[in-house]
């Protein structure tokens, strides 16, 4: 169970690092590259959900 909280923490921490970037990015004049980098938080999110559940039948 220890390891399955520690990879829910590094998806968070990835979809949140993503969030940063993608935030410091817009505010810097970079708003295309925010946006494109914006998007990898769903994405990375999603991933997560994925690998989390493993198609267990439950």
């Known amino acids: 169970m220890k390891q399955r ?4 923490l590094g998806y968070i921490l990835a979809a949140g690092a993503s969030l ?3 935030v410091s990015l817009w505010f810097t004049g970079s708003k295309e590259q925010g946006v494109f980098v914006g998007l990898w ?3 990375i999110l999603s991933l997560g959900a994925l690998m989390l ?6």
């Open 20 to 22: 940063v970037v993608s």
């Open 5 to 8: 909280s520690m990879a829910k």
């Open 41 to 43: 938080v769903p994405s």
């Open 53 to 58: 559940t493993g198609g267990r039948d439950e």
